[in-house]
T-cell receptor, first 109, second 115 residues
Framework: EDKVVQSPLSLVVHEGDTVTLNCSYE??????LLWYKQEKKAPTFLFML????IEKKSGRLSSILDKKELFSILNITATQTGDSAIYLC?????????FGKGTKLSVKP | EPEVTQTPSHQVTQMGQEVILRCVPI?????FYWYRQILGQKVEFLVS????????KSEIFDDQFSVERPDGSNFTLKIRSTKLEDSAMYFC?????????????FGPGTRLTVL
């Protein structure tokens, strides 16, 4: 059975801290690994990764994929209270996305 | 910036009633999806749709569910006879390509409450 596992499930940090969120996957016909940020409602797209070892960056966020070990990490540096959200990892397989349960990040001032 | 829109934002219905959830995907996208998220649980794939037919569907998407693209812009999810366990947030998503080399953009969701 296809599965995506995220860790930790929740995380509380203070502003300015750096965090690393983990995602491992076992998915048949794996195509891509996506990260989304979910605040109040819809998941909003952060990154899509298809190749191993190539870091993608957007401001203070970065992500990398390891297709040999079947995992990805999402790093957030110099966290801000606005980073508080649930971060979802999803594996793309034959067109549909298989989501993990998410990591709930709380950034305290 | 183009975005996926969904209506209504919240739908309350009685058990056994039919509901239709509506979505307007991003205009040049070709692939459309429905997902649901039961409160406190993970986002789950329901169905994907391309070229006016279902491409894939999950085991959740049973005979009570159907999808349609009635015109060039709308994409609908119908639940024929709602059950209490259908209460969830339903997200529509669209993508240019079949999720292989492109991302899926999500709408704001419709919260369905079945009483």
């Amino acid at each position: 059975e296809d599965k995506v596992v995220q860790s930790p499930l929740s995380l509380v940090v203070h502003e300015g801290d750096t965090v690393t969120l983990n995602c491992s996957y076992e998915v048949t016909n794996f195509r891509s690994l996506l990260w989304y940020k979910q605040e109040k409602k819809a998941p909003t797209f952060l990154f899509m990764l298809t190749s191993s070892g190539i870091e993608k960056k957007s401001g203070r966020l970065s992500s990398i994929l390891d297709k040999k070990e079947l995992f990805s990490i999402l790093n957030i540096t110099a966290t801000q209270t606005g980073d508080s959200a649930i971060y979802l990892c999803a594996a793309g397989s034959q067109g549909n996305l298989i989501f993990g349960k998410g990591t709930k990040l709380s950034v305290k001032p | 910036e183009p975005e996926v829109t969904q209506t209504p934002s919240h739908q309350v219905t009685q058990m056994g009633q039919e509901v239709i959830l509506r979505c307007v995907p991003i205009s040049n996208h070709l692939y459309f999806y429905w997902y649901r998220q039961i409160l406190g649980q993970k986002v789950e794939f329901l169905v994907s749709f391309y070229n006016n037919e279902i491409s894939e569907k999950s085991e959740i998407f049973d005979d009570q569910f159907s999808v349609e693209r009635p015109d060039g812009s709308n994409f609908t999810l119908k639940i024929r006879s709602t059950k209490l366990e259908d209460s969830a947030m339903y997200f529509c998503a669209s993508s240019w390509e079949r999720g292989l080399t492109d991302t899926q953009y999500f709408g704001p969701g419709t919260r369905l409450t079945v009483l």
